[in-house]
C-alpha cells in the first residue's frame, strides 16, 4: 500500500463547477501538506500549503486537512478552462535524514471544459 | 527573478550509456532535491542536499545513480549504465529553509528516453 493514495482520474467538470480533490494517506508523521498545480510538460507549482488540521483558504481554492481522518481536500470554486493540469497532492513530516522530503500522490487530471 | 532551470530539456540515450542532468537552483537557496516523475506513478524522491551537510541519498533506486552539488549550487544527477525503466521525467527542486516545510519550487525537469 501506498503511503499516499489519490484517485488519478481523469475528472471532467463543466465550467463553473467546484471541483473536490482528495487524497488518502497511512503515515500519522505526516505533519505539513500541500497541493501542486501541473500543467502539461512543466514542472509541479506550489497552490496551497497546510500545516497540521484545518482550513486554508485561497481566492478560488480552499484545502482541508483532517489529521484524524488521515484524508486532505482540495476544493476549486467557480472552475474555470485554465484550471485543467494535473493536481498533486504531497505531504512531509520529520524524518531522520531528509526532514522535507515530499511524499506525493500521483496526480488526479482535472478537465473543466468550456 | 530567475526559477530553478534543469537541462537538457529532452534527452535521448541507448541502453547502456551514462547520462548527465543538471540543475541550477534559485540563488541563495540552501536546498536542493531530486524526485523522478514516471507515468501513472507520481513523483519519487531520489535525493535531498542541504548545505554543506552529507546529502540523503535514501530514494536513489540503485548504484547507478548518483549525484553531486558544487559550491553548493549546481547539482548533477548521473545515471551510469542506463536502463529501459529509467525512462522518466527527472525533476530538481530547490527551497531557501530548513525548518518546517519548505517551501519547494521545482524545474519543468528533464524528460529521459531510454530506448
Known amino acids: 500500500q501506498k503511503e499516499v493514495e489519490q484517485d488519478p482520474g481523469p475528472l471532467s467538470v463543466p465550467e463553473g463547477a467546484i471541483v473536490s480533490l482528495n487524497c488518502t494517506y497511512s503515515?500519522?508523521?505526516?505533519?505539513?501538506f500541500m497541493w501542486y498545480r501541473q500543467y502539461s510538460r512543466k514542472g509541479p507549482e506550489l497552490l496551497m500549503y497546510?500545516?497540521?488540521?484545518g482550513n486554508k483558504e485561497d481566492g478560488r481554492f480552499t484545502a482541508q486537512v483532517d489529521k484524524s481522518s488521515k484524508y486532505i481536500s482540495l476544493f476549486i470554486r467557480d472552475s474555470q478552462p485554465s484550471d485543467s493540469a494535473t493536481y498533486l497532492c504531497?505531504?512531509?513530516?520529520?524524518?531522520?535524514?531528509?526532514?522535507?522530503?515530499?511524499?506525493f500522490g500521483t496526480g488526479t487530471l482535472l478537465a473543466v471544459q468550456p | 527573478g530567475a526559477g530553478v532551470s534543469q537541462s537538457p530539456s529532452n534527452k535521448v540515450t541507448e541502453k547502456g550509456k551514462d547520462v548527465e542532468l543538471r540543475c541550477d537552483p534559485i540563488?541563495?537557496?540552501?536546498?536542493l532535491y531530486w524526485y523522478r516523475q514516471s507515468l501513472g506513478q507520481g513523483l519519487e524522491f531520489l535525493i535531498y542536499?542541504?548545505?554543506?551537510?552529507?546529502?540523503?541519498k535514501s530514494g536513489l533506486p540503485s548504484d547507478r545513480f548518483s549525484a553531486e552539488r558544487t559550491g553548493g549550487s549546481v547539482s548533477t544527477l548521473t545515471i551510469q549504465r542506463t536502463q529501459q525503466e529509467d525512462s522518466a521525467v527527472y525533476l530538481c527542486?530547490?527551497?531557501?529553509?530548513?525548518?518546517?516545510?519548505?517551501?519547494?519550487?521545482f524545474g519543468p525537469g528533464t524528460r529521459l528516453t531510454v530506448l
Open positions: 527542486a530547490s527551497s531557501p529553509t530548513t525548518g518546517g516545510a519548505d517551501t519547494q519550487y
Open positions: 540563488s541563495g537557496h540552501t536546498a
Open positions: 497546510t500545516y497540521s488540521s
Open positions: 503515515n500519522s508523521a505526516f505533519q505539513y
Open positions: 504531497a505531504m512531509s513530516g520529520r524524518y531522520g535524514g531528509a526532514t522535507n522530503k515530499l511524499i
Open positions: 542536499f542541504q548545505g554543506n551537510s552529507a546529502p540523503d
